[in-house]
Structures are given as structure tokens and as C-alpha cells.
């Protein structure tokens, strides 16, 4: 197995099993233990994952129909704009930067989705690796999001219709999930793409950590009606 593939552990509190220093392009990866396919936590685990991205996925990526579009046309026309998305992992990127450059695994979806789960989900991930995740998201939460992206969007270019999504899982999306790792480990590589993408994910980590400590100081003032008098 590539040495930053996914790992299958048996609970959700050994996350992290090992640290991997020097990987392509410089950045200290954490292994991060995210589709375990057989323990009752871990499909839970997965499919909050996947729930963040049915739910981020129709705005982020523009896939609710027009008004203009007939009612029986809208599955149709949800397959397509599925399909597009796909096609050259359109989905991964978001437009041109300042030097016309292609802006690889940018997309404001792939953002929203890796601080809603790994930063403010329930399992708080972000809060068992502070000294990992205040400084840079790890490649293989971008290459995660990107994978559970397209499990999202192959049920769309199944069915058309968001109301059965294909089984997201180490045995079904493994294989992608590898890839995603490989493109990102050749961006890293690039003289001028692999600079802006470590920048991007240290902004993406602060905006996450930000997110994740705002969220802390709501659960405080929730219950702030409970105090004690020592006197």
C-alpha cells in the first residue's frame, strides 16, 4: 500500500496510528485512519463524513436545477451538471489565480467540507492533533474530502435525484482516494503549484482553527446558567 494510503483501525480514538516525516513536497503528513469499513464506529465515522458532503454539494457546486427546468427534467439535468463536475475532476478545482494559473484542489466545496468535519464535526478531529491541525491541514484530509466529493457526485451521475448515494467505503474508494493522494503529492513537487497549495492549506487550518474555537466558546456560553458560590 502507498505509505500514505488509507489505514484501517478498529477505533475512532487511535485516529492517528503513526507520523510520516519528509513526504513529497516537504510536509509532515499524519496518517489519519478515516474509512474503517467493519467497526460500528467507524461506519459512523464514514457516514458523517459523507453526510457533510451531501449537504455542502448541491451549493457548492451549483447542482440545483433553475426554476426554468421542468420537474421531470431536473433529475436529467442533475446528471449532467454531475457528469461535467467529474469530467477532468473539474470539482477539484476553482477557476485561474492572479497568473492565470489553474487553482488544483481549491474548490471552495473542498474547503467548507474539511472544516466543517475535521474542524467543527462531532468527532472534533482537529482537537486530538492541535499541534497538527492549527498549523496545516494534512494532504490526506484534502485528498479525503476530494474522495467523498466524488462519491457524492457518482450518485448524482447515477440516479439524478441525491436520495441514494453509492456505499463509501476503504474497498469501494480506496483506489480514488490513493490517486488523490498521488496528484496531490505531484502538485507539491511543482515549483510554483506546490508553494501555493502548502500556503492554501495553512489558510485553510487557520480558518478551520478559528472555526473550531468560536464553536468551543458556544458550547461554554450554552450552559452558563450553571455556576457555583464558594464563599
Not at 494534512?138 to 457524492?152: E, H, M, Q, R, W
Request: a neutral charge; aromatic letters at 10%; proline letters at 6%.
Amino acid at each position: 500500500m502507498h505509505r500514505t494510503g488509507l489505514v484501517q483501525v478498529n477505533a475512532l480514538d487511535n485516529l492517528f496510528p503513526s507520523f510520516v516525516d519528509d513526504l513529497p513536497g516537504s510536509v509532515t503528513e499524519v496518517l489519519i485512519a478515516t474509512l474503517v469499513v467493519w467497526d460500528k464506529e467507524g461506519k459512523q465515522f464514514e457516514a458523517e463524513l459523507k453526510k457533510t458532503a451531501i449537504g455542502l454539494a448541491p451549493l457548492a457546486y451549483s447542482l440545483v436545477p433553475p426554476a426554468s427546468v421542468p420537474a421531470q427534467e431536473c433529475a436529467t439535468w442533475a446528471q449532467n451538471a454531475a457528469s461535467q463536475l467529474l469530467s477532468e475532476s473539474e470539482f477539484l478545482r476553482f477557476g485561474l489565480d492572479a497568473l492565470g494559473k489553474t487553482r488544483n484542489f481549491a474548490h471552495p466545496g473542498l474547503h467548507d467540507a474539511a472544516i466543517g468535519f475535521f474542524y467543527m464535526g462531532p468527532y472534533r478531529i482537529a482537537r486530538k492533533r492541535p499541534d497538527i491541525f492549527r498549523k496545516q491541514l494534512p494532504i490526506s484530509c484534502l485528498a479525503l474530502v476530494s474522495t467523498v466529493y466524488n462519491c457524492v457526485l457518482d450518485g448524482l451521475v447515477k440516479n439524478g435525484h441525491g436520495k441514494s448515494y453509492p456505499k463509501f467505503s476503504a474497498k469501494e474508494y480506496g483506489p480514488i482516494y490513493r490517486q488523490m493522494v498521488r496528484m496531490i503529492d505531484q502538485i507539491l513537487q511543482h515549483p510554483y503549484h506546490g508553494p501555493r497549495l502548502v500556503a492554501q492549506l495553512q489558510e485553510w487550518a487557520e480558518a478551520g482553527w478559528a472555526a473550531c474555537l468560536k464553536l468551543d466558546g458556544a458550547e461554554e456560553t450554552k450552559h452558563i446558567h450553571l455556576q457555583i458560590i464558594l464563599n
